[in-house]
C-alpha cells in the first residue's frame, strides 16, 4: 500500500467519512486518538504552532531519506497539516471558524490552558453546541493531581505497572516502548466514539493514569478484598504456570502461557509430568510453581526452537517464538494480515482491525508542516462548508 499524492484527497471513505476531527494535541497519546478516526476515513486537521510544529516531528528516530521523525510519519498519517498559532488573533480566528463545523476536538494541553487561550470548553460549545471535546491529560481536568505534568512513564509507576514489572526482589521496572500512550490513544479514540454516539456535545476526559489502571484487572480488587498484593515474578503470572519465556539450546527463545486447566494438562503431559499430584490441580501448580518451573527450564534445554514449538503446536498447547523486529519483518502471517504496509515509501504498522464491509485506509504518512494550511485557509473544511472559506 503505497501512496504520493502531494495533495490529498478530501474526498475520503470509510465508516468514519462524514467525521471533521481538529487535532491540537501533541506527542503519542492524543495524535494517536486522532490517527485511529483518520484510518477510518475521518477528515482529520492537524493543527500545529508554527516554526517548530509538533515535536514528535523530530522525536528519537528519523528516516534516513528525508531526516522526519518515524514516529511522527506513523502516528499522523492521514492527516492533514495546518499551522496556526493559538496566541495570534487571526490564527485563533481561523481555528475558531474550523471548530464550528468539526465534529471532534482533541486536544492534550495542561488543565486550564485551552480557557487561558479564550478555548474553555464553554465558548467552543457556544461556537458549536455538538462539539465533542477530548482532553487527554496526565491526571485529568479535576483532582489533586491535576496541575502535575503528565507523562507515560509517571503513569506506569502510579497506575500499579511498575509495581509488578521486574525480577523477585529486583527493581521495578518500566516497559520499553510508550505503553500508556498506546494504550491512552485507543481509549480515547473508544470515549470519543461513544460521546459521538450520544449525539450531544460534551467533554470526554481522558487520562494516562487511569488508561493504565484500567488495565491491573482485579488487583485492586485482591487487595481490598484480602490485602494480598501481587509481587514480582519476572515473566511469571502468579496465576498461571508454567508461564513466561524459556531458553531452548540453540539459544533462541519462546513464550509458553498454561492460564486454563485444558492446555495445562496438555502441558505437564508433554514435560512427562502429567502423573505427578504436584501439578494435578491450579492451586497444586500454583503451590509448587518452582518445581513446574525447573522441568519447564529443562524440557527447553534440552530442544531447539523448533523442536520445543514443533511439540507444543502437536499437544494443541500455547506457544509462540520470541521474535523482534527482523522476525517480525520476515514473517508471513504478518505479511498475510497486512499488518505491516508501506505508505510513501515508510513501512509501518497497518489498520488496528480489519473491517469486512466497511474498511479503513491508509492515504499518506505524517505531511510537512502547514502542508495543507493554503488550502485549509481558503477552503475551510472543503465539503459543504456553509460559508465556504474562512473569512476572518
Known amino acids: 500500500m503505497t501512496t504520493s499524492d502531494p495533495q490529498p ?35 482529520v486537521i492537524k493543527v500545529e504552532r508554527p516554526g517548530t510544529g509538533d515535536s514528535l516531528r523530530n522525536m528519537a528516530w528519523r528516516d534516513p531519506r528525508d ?16 499551522a496556526l498559532d493559538l496566541k495570534d488573533p487571526d490564527d485563533l480566528e481561523v481555528l475558531r471558524c474550523l471548530v464550528r ?13 485551552m480557557e487561558r487561550l479564550g478555548l474553555a470548553p464553554a465558548a467552543l460549545h457556544e ?29 506506569e509507576a502510579m497506575s500499579g505497572l511498575s509495581a509488578i514489572s521486574g525480577e523477585p526482589g529486583g527493581q521495578p521496572l518500566l516497559p520499553p516502548i510508550a505503553l500508556t500512550d498506546e494504550v491512552t490513544g485507543l481509549s480515547s479514540a473508544l470515549a470519543t466514539m461513544i460521546a459521538l454516539r450520544a449525539g450531544v456535545g460534551q467533554v470526554v476526559d ?8 484500567q488495565l491491573m484487572g482485579p488487583l485492586l480488587s485482591l487487595y481490598r478484598l484480602t490485602g494480598e498484593m501481587q509481587e ?11 508461564r513466561g519465556t524459556y531458553r531452548c539450546n540453540d539459544d533462541r527463545w519462546i513464550a509458553v502461557s498454561a492460564s486454563a486447566d485444558s492446555v495445562a494438562d496438555r502441558v505437564t503431559r ?24 525447573a522441568v519447564m527450564v529443562a524440557f527447553c534445554a534440552q530442544r531447539s526452537q523448533f523442536e520445543v514449538i514443533e511439540a507444543f503446536t502437536a499437544a494443541e498447547a500455547a506457544i509462540g517464538p520470541v521474535m523482534d523486529m527482523a522476525d517480525i519483518a520476515a514473517d508471513p502471517h504478518y505479511a498475510a494480515r497486512e499488518a505491516i504496509v508501506e505508505l510513501d ?16 485506509a491508509l492515504r499518506w504518512a505524517g505531511r510537512a508542516l502547514d502542508a495543507d494550511g493554503a488550502d485549509i485557509r481558503a477552503n475551510g473544511w472543503g465539503r459543504d462548508d456553509r460559508d465556504g472559506g474562512i473569512s476572518r
Open 270 to 293: 508433554l514435560l512427562g509430568v502429567g502423573d505427578d499430584p504436584r501439578f494435578a490441580t491450579f492451586q497444586d501448580r500454583m503451590a509448587n510453581r518452582e518445581a513446574l518451573e
Open 232 to 242: 514480582r515474578l519476572g515473566a511469571g503470572l502468579p496465576y498461571t504456570v508454567p
Open 101 to 113: 463545523d468539526a465534529h471532534v476536538l482533541v486536544e492534550n494541553f495542561r488543565p486550564g490552558t
Open 206 to 213: 481522558v487520562t494516562l493514569l487511569e488508561s493504565m489502571f
Open 345 to 360: 515509501s515508510t513501512p509501518m504498522q497497518g489498520l488496528i482491525a480489519q473491517l469486512s464491509e466497511t474498511p479503513g
Open 127 to 155: 461556537i458549536n453546541p455538538t462539539l465533542v471535546i477530548t482532553r487527554v491529560t496526565g491526571f485529568g481536568q479535576t483532582g489533586p493531581y491535576r496541575n502535575r505534568a503528565g507523562f507515560a512513564t509517571i503513569a
Open 67 to 82: 531526516g522526519t521523525g518515524l514516529w511522527w510519519k506513523i502516528i499522523n498519517r492521514n492527516k492533514r497539516t495546518i
Open 9 to 43: 484527497d478530501r474526498a475520503q471513505s470509510g465508516p468514519l467519512h462524514d467525521l471533521r476531527v481538529l487535532d491540537l494535541s501533541t506527542v503519542i497519546a492524543g495524535p494517536k486518538c486522532a490517527a485511529y478516526l483518520a484510518d477510518f476515513g475521518a477528515d
